[in-house]
């Protein structure tokens, strides 16, 4: 079962995301997990809304930037489970991608 701030990679358009959803909401078909994105990484990894990661971290091939305004419900079934996950996050770096996320709904957030 996904837990919260692991790297899965998905199916399709196979990129990875991070698991943000709580650990009894990953039981049913469905996660909520945040999308990866090469594409502009030096621009972005600076914005508020974004979390950078280097290549290597957390099981990750290429630099790369969470988008925390991509936080999306995503089929279990989308998910490469049968991979396995690639990584999980520290806390510290799950609190910098809740607060982003924060940043996106304009709240202060933090994780519990």
């Known amino acids: 079962m996904p ?3 692991e ?7 196979p990129r990875p995301c991070i698991v943000v959803s709580r650990e009894e909401l ?5 996660i909520v997990g945040v999308l990866l994105t090469t ?4 621009e972005r990894r600076s914005l508020p809304n974004c979390v950078p990661f280097q290549t290597g971290e957390f099981g990750l ?5 969470a988008q925390a305004e991509s936080i999306t419900m ?5 998910l490469d489970l049968a ?8 806390d510290e770096r799950f609190r910098d991608l809740v607060r982003a996320i924060g940043h996106v709904i304009s709240s202060d957030c933090e994780p519990v």
């Open 61 to 65: 091939t290429k630099d790369c930037v």
């Open 7 to 13: 790297v899965y990679w998905t199916l399709g358009d």
């Open 3 to 5: 837990e919260p701030g």
């Open 39 to 42: 594409q502009r990484v030096q």
């Open 83 to 90: 991979r396995g996950r690639s990584g999980a996050l520290t």
């Open 26 to 30: 990953n039981r049913g078909d469905y």
């Open 74 to 78: 995503i089929a279990k079934d989308n």
